[in-house]
């Protein structure tokens, strides 16, 4: 399981201004945009003062990056449901159920955009969202591996890259938001031909 919170260094926060500060900053890059955002505007509208966001997130786009990792964190399950179908069929729908959260798909182009400008978050944003979302995903496929339920016709990389790549194509390059009606097409593509050898032999 991934923790909600990655580790940091310096003081411990304040776990009721840290998600004043995020709640804050998924609002106003909702009212503002995100060249709108500040900071300061951060910090005022969750009630502290502007160093307070500073000695915790170098950035706005950090700030949002947490944001959307704890809300993926929390509304997507990677529980186990029994079958590799199950457990892939909840994680498709509660991923995409996540997307058609007001702001998120605002929240998430914005920071991939910063990422294509700014090589250091680039590499934050990769390992705090992408490659968070991307070993959850991981997980379901390796647990079902141990199971013997997981399709042999895929690798596991592969899996997530058809995963992953239709939800970025569909953010970035399309005007076509995801939603639970994709989910069985997908699930299909995914699910479709023989399954590992001690289960096809069963």
Do not use: C
């Not at 997307?99 to 978050?121: K, N, W």
Request: net charge neutral.
């Amino acid at each position: 399981m991934t923790n909600t919170e990655p580790t940091r260094r310096g003081p411990k926060r304040s776990e009721e201004s840290r998600l004043a500060i995020l709640t804050s900053a998924f609002e106003l890059l909702q009212e503002v945009g995100y060249r709108g955002l500040t900071i300061e505007g951060i910090a005022a509208r969750a009630g502290v003062g502007k160093q307070t966001v500073y000695r915790w997130w170098p950035t706005k786009a950090d700030v949002l990056l947490e944001a959307g990792a704890v809300k993926a964190d929390l509304r997507v399950s990677i529980a186990d449901h029994g079958s590799y179908r199950s457990d892939l069929e909840q994680f498709l729908r509660d991923s995409f159920t996540l997307l058609e959260f007001p702001g998120l798909t605002g929240l998430l182009r914005s920071l991939m955009a910063e990422a294509q400008i700014d090589p250091d978050f680039a590499t934050r944003f990769r390992d705090g969202f992408l490659n968070r979302r991307r070993n959850a995903l991981i997980e379901i496929l390796d647990r079902a591996t141990r199971r013997g339920d997981a399709p042999i016709h895929l690798t596991t990389e592969l899996m997530a890259d058809v995963v992953f790549g239709v939800i970025w194509y569909r953010l970035l390059a399309t005007e076509r938001p995801l939603n639970t009606h994709d989910v069985p097409p997908l699930l299909h593509l995914l699910t479709s031909g023989p399954a590992t050898e001690r289960d096809s032999r069963a």
